[in-house]
């Protein structure tokens, strides 16, 4: 069941309780509202008149966070943690970043199995990991990558201006793609590049999050560059989560 963007807005304005959805404090249009009510039904919501939200059996967020994602209600479970980065969208990344210089210090803070890391290793880049699966780290370090830190990397210190670019392909899930972007930013020199991919969600997503991170972007960057992904370009690494690529600057503080 395929849900319109419009719908979409429309659930990342709602707020959530626990199992609890409620839908923005806006009127809405009674077709607008018949068609978002049947997103939430088809997702597992029901509608409680004295709760006055729709209430899901478990978590109302975790229920509706795949409809957000792929931009359609399934039931098909998926993982939106690690997808690897397929040939196809690991070139895109390479063309969007500064030329790749031999000694250029770059980091990919969530490796995997390194589709993004092992071609800038290849290209000459001082390439610096963190991959927080020590299976898919030795992987790393199999491939010859020097610099692999095994952990959470929203949990690392940032080196102000240690990195000449950031290429990464960070989780989605709750918005996590947002709080690595920002965080890797922080390594970031002036003058370099960030270019990730992140959920298509941030492109049209309404909540408090998401536009902080376009307000904090505008602010440390000389633009910021959006090119949405074709549909299904992560199928073949399981998921159909709908993406963009996103690439931006950073200016002097």
Sequence with gaps: MRVADHVLKVLSASAFDGDKLVLPPRQLDRDVYLEVAKVIEAAGGKWNRKA?????????EDAIEPVM???EVTRVQQEFGFFE???????RIMALAHRIEPGMRILEPSA?????AVPLMKAGAEVHTWEILPKNAETLRAAGLRHVHVGDFLASDPV???????????????RA??????????????????VSVMSAGVTFRQDRKTLSFHDQVRRMSLGVHVEPLPPLSFRESGTDVNA???AF????Q
């Design 52 to 60: 006055k939200a729709h209430v899901f059996d478990g978590s109302a």
């Design 69 to 71: 994602l792929t931009g």
């Design 85 to 91: 980065s397929t040939a196809a969208v690991v070139a």
């Design 112 to 116: 995997g199995r390194g589709a993004i």
């Design 160 to 174: 102000p201006g240690f990195y000449h670019q950031v290429l990464m392909n960070p989780p989605f899930g709750r």
């Design 177 to 194: 793609d947002v709080d690595h972007v920002l965080h890797a930013a922080r390594s970031l020199r002036s003058g370099g590049t960030l």
């Design 244 to 246: 963009v690529l996103i």
């Design 249 to 252: 600057t950073l200016v002097a």
